[in-house]
């Protein structure tokens, strides 16, 4: 009964009239939603009947047929693969937003080949797998990658997303998007801390004072350990202040105070040396921490050392002396310090402490 059904449409086809042509087309996909089970030759001719007809149609046409496929379980093959492909992103994002059909192949095929609109409804999709969210990371500009991110249903591998962060770092249009990502490994989270502003770095700390311990260890066992070699080379007098504080540390006279008299004396190398020594991290992260005046990075690294407030705040106050409101920048970041607790400083500061490992390592 169907298929004779079909065959008296299919001769409709006949028929120039592009109005007679869209009632043939309404007329073999109701056909096709009405018939309980469609299979073998005979979804073979509906997919070749409806694949040309959509074919010749203009895009409202094409866009009703579209609705209607990506509510199929089970639609033409060859028509849903052409409708997730049409240039016209207004006809294909039913499909490619919404479609269940369409497998990993049919999805990485229009990847591959579209443009941003493509990408970003695919971005959409309830579920992405790792293979279709990689191919849109490569492919994708900051919005669709953005997109992406925010999708808690996009799986994406440790390669990927170590891809999206080193994309962030330099630039700050993914800031946001990396660091709001539930699924970020909290090492990599951690990576981003120094290249994003104050309320992401909020964010970041948080997210740490909330991590559980065994989240933590495993995230420190998965990290990178490599050097990155944007932190350029040792200072000239490295050998020397290391060599000083050495001898400093075998008697034991490496102190808060110590450091205090090495910042006031202006003898940055040593400072940094000892700082790293008593913070337990690397010389290129504490010297980022002074070039560029991060007092807040200043305090998670106080924090977690143990160090008093007092002490904190002529770190502070030494560092931003060509600060014409050094002072009040200080009580500022003073009130930082109390508010900060010293578990969440305690936890970033482990996640730096990877590239110290890291340089043992090399060094050894």
Not at 197 to 210: F, G, K, T, V, W
Request: aromatic share 4%.
């Amino acid at each position: 009964m169907a298929r004779s059904k079909l065959h008296d449409l299919l001769e409709m086809a006949r028929e120039p009239s592009s109005e007679r042509r869209r009632e043939l087309l309404r007329g073999v996909t109701d056909l096709f939603f009405s018939s309980e089970e469609v299979r073998g030759e005979e979804m073979e001719l509906f997919d070749d009947v409806l694949s040309q007809l959509a074919g010749e149609m203009e895009e409202a046409v094409r866009l009703e047929l579209s609705h209607r496929m990506a509510q199929s379980s089970a639609p033409p093959r060859g028509l849903l693969r052409d409708l997730a492909r049409d240039t016209s992103i207004t006809v294909a994002e039913p499909i490619l937003a919404g479609s269940h059909a369409l497998t990993d192949d049919d999805l990485l095929s229009v990847a591959r080949t579209r443009g941003q609109d493509h990408l970003r409804a695919i971005s959409q999709r309830p579920m992405v797998s790792e293979a279709v969210s990689e191919a849109i990371v490569e492919r994708g500009d900051d919005d669709t990658v953005s997109l992406l991110l925010a999708n808690n249903g996009a799986r994406m591998s440790r390669e990927t997303h170590e891809l999206v962060v080193d994309r962030a770092v330099e630039n700050p249009a993914l800031h946001a998007a990396v660091v709001g990502r539930k699924s970020l490994p909290v090492d990599l989270l951690n990576e981003m801390y120094f290249v994003v502003e104050a309320r992401l770095r909020s964010e970041i700390l948080a997210r740490n004072e909330a991590i559980d311990p065994a989240e933590l260890d495993a995230a420190l066992a998965a990290g990178r350990k490599q050097l990155a070699t944007r932190d350029g080379a040792l200072p000239s007098d490295y050998a020397e202040a290391e060599s000083q504080v050495q001898l400093l540390r075998a008697r034991r006279a490496i102190t808060p105070q110590v450091l205090a008299g090495f910042l006031r004396a202006r003898e940055t190398t040593k400072f940094l040396v000892a700082l790293s020594e008593l913070a337990d991290i690397d010389f290129h992260t504490a010297r980022r921490i002074l070039e560029r005046r991060e007092l807040d990075a200043l305090s998670i690294v106080c924090k977690a050392a143990g160090f008093e407030r007092s002490l904190y705040l002529t770190f502070a106050v030494l560092i931003l002396d060509r600060d014409a409101n050094a002072m009040g920048r200080a009580r500022e970041y003073g009130e930082l310090y109390e508010s900060l607790p010293r578990e969440a400083a305690q936890r970033t500061i482990r996640f730096w402490r990877i590239r110290r490992e890291a340089g043992d390592m090399a060094a050894a």
